[in-house]
């Protein structure tokens, strides 16, 4: 199986900075990885999807990069709306694993 | 607009059974895979089971192997996970997912989850 792991696990900041969220998978994934938002009591938000692609209506303040076994997503200017738990997900084989999240909360 | 509504979710002790059911509507279900994903009290997300568009192919996480099963009625436009042999650590809001109209097991549509709870 491919394990996922996630830094940091979590990070306070302000509205207006820079957040960079970094995934390693245990093997290579070939880019089929995927980003979720999820907040308190809310079923998961699809962001990114093969590693930089935005899903529709998405803000473009989030991007997506990566290759082989390291990603990242990367919250250009932080808004108040984007306080919330931000997991990966891998997509390219089975079991499908999530990293296990980074909680932004605010400084 | 797509949508999928669990349901199913109880309290139900150790070692029982429960059968949770997902209906779909908005989309043309027999040409979409389908997932279950939960979620433990203040845990991370775990992906649980998936199952092809015609129902061939089915896939499961190591914890739940042998135990849960997953199907779909595509006449019924409706997902179900049969579980069986629950634990403790089933415990969990369990939710309903489909892809976006791109490729890949990856979740564009969630359902608002349904809660089982294990426990003596």
């Known amino acids: 199986d491919i394990q996922m792991t996630q830094s940091p696990s979590s990070l306070s900041a302000s509205v207006g900075d820079r957040v960079t969220i970094t995934c390693r998978a245990s093997?290579?994934?070939?880019?089929?990885l995927a980003w979720y938002q999820q907040k308190p009591g809310k079923a998961p938000n699809l962001l990114v999807y093969?590693?930089?692609r935005l899903e529709s209506g998405v803000p473009s303040r989030f991007s997506g990069s990566g290759s082989g076994t390291h990603y990242t997503l990367t919250i250009s200017s932080l808004q108040p709306e984007d306080f919330a738990t931000y997991y990966c997900?891998?997509?390219?084989?089975?079991?499908?694993?999530f990293g296990p999240g980074t909680k932004v909360d605010i400084k | 607009e797509v949508q999928v509504l669990e349901s199913g979710g109880d309290l139900v002790q150790p070692g029982g059974s429960l059968r949770l059911s997902c209906a779909a509507s908005?989309?043309?279900?027999?040409?979409?895979?389908m997932s279950w994903v939960r979620q433990a009290p203040g845990k991370g997300l775990e992906w649980v089971s998936g199952?092809?568009?015609?129902?061939?192919?089915?896939y499961y996480a190591d914890s739940v192997k042998g135990r849960f099963t997953i199907s779909r009625d595509n006449s019924k436009n409706t997902l179900y996970l049969q579980m069986n042999n629950l634990r403790v650590e089933d415990t969990a809001v369990y939710y309903c997912?489909?892809?976006?109209?791109?490729?890949?097991?990856?979740?564009?549509?969630w359902g608002q989850g349904t809660l089982v709870t294990v426990s003596s």
């Open positions: 093969g590693t930089s």
């Open positions: 199952i092809s568009d015609s129902g061939g192919y089915t």
């Open positions: 997912a489909k892809r976006t109209t791109e490729n890949g097991w990856f979740f564009g549509y």
């Open positions: 908005g989309f043309t279900f027999s040409n979409y895979a």
């Open positions: 093997q290579g994934i070939y880019n089929s």
């Open positions: 997900q891998q997509y390219y084989s089975t079991p499908f694993t």
